[in-house]
């Protein structure tokens, strides 16, 4: 049995970027073994958010992998990103996990995935995990038809998604970057 059960949602909008996700990890189909998991965190000194979906040992592996290349790169999130992506790709070891990681700093919303895709959206929206779909649809209906923030936004999203996905609850947590002027 795998376990499972996330939603992250990420909402870049005006001057903020802001990622949410749920709390929930279940265990096969019937079983809710945590209800508070913490799936989004900071990274590189407070300045990238990360989102991490799937297997929770993979999840976490590579997020610290991530980590170690955004620290190489110099807070370079893209080229961190991309380089991630191709060892994921490759590597013998890496190119089995089972994981999906939406990141993100003032400049970016980026999913990555263990295809060795780097996505970034048009719509400054994204969502992976279980109720992915559920909180994308809902985050892009918020944005295009409120004027909530980008937290107001992913938070809402995620609510709504809580409502509809048996794998996802509403214990949640938000992350938001305050995008500086250019």
Same mark, same amino acid.
């Given at each position: 049995m795998k376990m499972k059960g996330t939603t992250i949602v990420a909402v870049k909008k005006g001057k903020q970027v802001a990622v949410a996700g749920d709390g929930q990890i279940t265990f096969g189909d019937k079983t809710v073994m945590k209800g !508070?998991?913490?799936?989004?965190?900071?990274?590189?000194?407070?300045k990238v958010i990360a989102g991490i979906a799937g297997s929770v040992a993979d999840a976490l592996t590579l997020l610290d992998k991530l980590e170690s290349k955004i620290q190489e790169y110099r807070g370079n999130l893209l080229r961190a990103s991309v380089e991630l992506a191709k060892e994921w790709r490759t590597d013998r070891y890496l190119r089995h996990l089972e994981a999906m990681i939406i990141a993100a700093d003032q400049d970016q919303l980026l999913i990555l995935s263990g295809n060795g895709e780097v996505i970034e959206p048009d719509d400054g929206v994204a969502?992976?995990? !279980?109720?992915g779909a559920y909180a994308l649809s809902?985050?892009?209906?918020? $944005?295009?038809?409120?004027?909530?923030?980008?937290?107001?936004?992913?938070?809402?999203?995620?609510?709504?998604?809580?409502?509809?996905? $048996?794998?996802t609850n509403n214990h949640i947590t938000l992350e938001v970057i305050e995008r500086a002027e250019l």
């Open positions: !508070s998991a913490r799936k989004v965190r900071r990274l590189y000194q407070g969502a992976i995990g !279980s109720g809902a985050a892009r209906a918020l $944005v295009r038809h409120t004027d909530l923030s980008a937290g107001e936004a992913a938070k809402n999203a995620l609510e709504i998604a809580a409502e509809i996905c $048996v794998y």
